[in-house]
C-alpha cells in the first residue's frame, strides 16, 4: 500500500492537548503581540509614550503572568501534548521579561 511520507502506520494514544497549555499559548500570543503594537505605536509617536501605552504594557505583563501560571500548570498533567504548554511557557515568560524592560526603562 502507498504511504505518504514514509510513515509506520497508525498510533494510538492516550494523550490530548490540555485545555489549560492551549490557554496559555493563546495568553502569550495577545500579551507578546500588545506589547509590539504599543512598541510599534510610540515608534510611530517619535519615542513619546502615551499613558494608554503604558497601561496596555501593563495589562500584557498581568496576561502573560496568569498564562506563565496556566502553563506551569498544565505542564504537570500526565499523558498530555507538551507542545502547547511548552510554547505557552515560552511566550509568556518573553513577555514578562519584554513588558518588564519596558516598565524599568520608563522609570529611570
Request: aromatic share 12%; proline share 2%; with cysteine.
Amino acid at each position: 500500500m502507498f504511504r505518504i511520507f514514509g510513515g509506520q502506520g497508525y498510533i494510538f494514544t492516550d494523550k490530548k492537548n490540555p485545555k489549560w497549555g492551549i490557554m496559555s499559548t493563546i495568553l502569550g500570543l495577545v500579551a507578546g503581540i500588545s506589547i509590539c503594537l504599543a512598541i510599534h505605536r510610540t515608534y510611530l509617536n517619535k519615542g513619546t509614550a502615551l499613558m494608554q501605552y503604558g497601561a496596555v504594557v501593563f495589562l500584557a505583563m498581568i496576561y502573560a503572568v496568569v498564562g506563565l501560571v496556566l502553563g506551569i500548570r498544565s505542564l504537570m498533567e500526565k499523558d498530555i501534548f507538551r507542545i502547547f504548554p511548552a510554547v505557552g511557557i515560552f511566550l509568556n515568560g518573553l513577555a514578562v521579561i519584554a513588558g518588564g524592560i519596558i516598565i524599568y526603562l520608563g522609570v529611570i
